[in-house]
């Protein structure tokens, strides 16, 4: 297994096409390519539908897969609101690579066995394959598609994002093989001799302490260890020095632990949901996620400073791993509330990656929207850094 990466920001596509593949044959060494991922800027949108013809004229990609993105990675640097492509390619012997696309309109019922998704979808649970997903926001059903794939497919990866750059339907690219998508979802599922890792850095702290939902309905949720939720939520901020107390007005959010089996669970485990506001007359806290009583929460707080560290957290965490060492390339799904606009500088995400985990070839995107796991259940998320980390099997 070989992986290559590059990032171009010259103005015109096919001058960023030119340098790509250029330096991408000088890292693959004369090894033949079986996947090849891009991601490309709206500056090139009048481009979009030229992109996949103007790389097979300089190399045979194997199979394609790729979208637009409002920011662009590759070559472990990102871009932003600028001209930017980038090209992951990569070498895999032994891996079987199934294509996937669907308008995500018309799913299988979600009461339905887990053979009718995996007949629908087309891939084997049988090869333990790994998913890439990339998806239009505008037309994607992301909650109903993702519990449907985790539900025929429990014990494969899951990493990806939504396309971004694009103000209305229509306007996004969805790149597979030949074709170019403007709605959906398409994506791909590798099986054989490839793993694939997962890493979801949700940039959060937690602070107070977890407490169990004791009433709630819906979104709303009104009792938290017997007591009403803003009652607590006051005692949580009587609590906090005064950076955490003004950062509490503009960056709350309810974490939701993931693993009922987990009596102490720490940062990461918990999905980070948005809290979207205040019900005076109940007491209760409006959430972005169905709740249901018992499930144990957690409040976080989220700036610029937590989210470094949570990455650094999680990036540590993963290379403590022993097939750590075996990692061979990796995609980033990172949000376009991320990067220079949270951090003030560019390539904070991509630089934290290479100082922990070395010089692995990295491409992705900045995202409308992140896939990835939290405990053992995919989920769409927001302002998240989303991992998939590629290694042999065997």
């Known amino acids: 297994m070989k992986w290559a990466s590059h990032l171009s920001t010259k103005e015109n596509i096919e001058a960023c096409i030119d340098e790509s593949i250029e330096v991408i ?16 800027s709206p500056q090139f949108k009048d481009k979009y539908n030229e ?19 409002g920011g662009i990675v590759g070559g472990g640097k990102e871009a932003e609101q600028q001209s930017a492509f980038s090209i992951t390619c990569a070498n895999l012997p032994d ?17 339905t066995a887990p053979d009718v998704w995996r007949e629908w979808l087309g891939v084997s649970v049988e090869k333990q394959p790994n998913f890439i997903f990339l998806a239009d926001p505008f037309s994607f059903r992301g909650e109903e598609f993702l519990s449907g794939v985790d539900f025929a497919y429990p014990n494969s990866s899951k990493v ?19 074709k170019i998508h403007r709605s959906g979802l398409v994506g791909m599922a590798l099986s054989g001799n490839i793993s694939m890792d997962t890493i979801v850095a949700q940039g959060c702290r937690p602070i107070g302490e977890p407490v169990k939902i004791s009433k709630c309905n819906g979104t709303l949720l009104t009792e938290m260890d017997g007591q009403p939720s803003l009652d607590l939520l006051q005692k949580v901020y009587e609590g906090l020095d005064g950076n955490d107390q003004s950062l509490m007005q503009t960056s709350l959010f309810l974490g939701i632990e993931m693993d009922p089996l987990k009596d102490n669970p720490q940062q990461g485990d918990f999905l980070i949901r948005n809290i979207m506001g205040a019900d005076r007359e109940s007491g209760g806290i409006q959430v972005g996620a169905m709740l249901r009583e018992g499930q144990l929460v957690q409040f976080h707080l989220r700036d610029k400073d937590m989210s470094s560290e949570d990455l650094r957290l999680v990036l540590n965490r993963y290379k403590a791993k022993e097939h750590s060492k075996k990692a061979a390339g990796a995609l980033l799904f990172s ?17 934290m990656f290479r100082d922990q985990l070395g010089d692995i070839p990295l491409g992705g995107f ?20 989303s991992f998939g980390i590629f ?3 065997y």
Request: hydrophobic share 30%; aromatic share 8%.
């Open 391 to 393: 290694h042999p099997t």
């Open 25 to 40: 044959r000088s890292q693959m060494g004369g090894d033949s390519v079986h996947l090849t991922v891009i991601f490309v």
């Open 335 to 351: 949000c376009l509330g991320r990067g220079q606009y949270l951090y003030g500088k560019p390539n904070h995400d991509s630089d």
């Open 51 to 69: 992109i996949p013809k103007l790389i097979r004229e300089r190399m045979d990609p194997g199979r394609f897969l790729g979208c637009s993105g």
């Open 95 to 111: 891996v079987e690579i199934k294509n996937i696309c669907s308008d995500t309109t018309t799913l299988p019922d979600q009461d």
């Open 366 to 385: 900045f995202c409308n929207g992140e896939i990835g796991p939290v405990g053992k259940t995919t989920f769409l998320h927001g302002y998240t850094s």
């Open 160 to 178: 990806g994002g939504l396309a971004s750059g694009a103000q209305m339907q229509g306007e996004n690219a969805l790149y597979l093989d030949d």
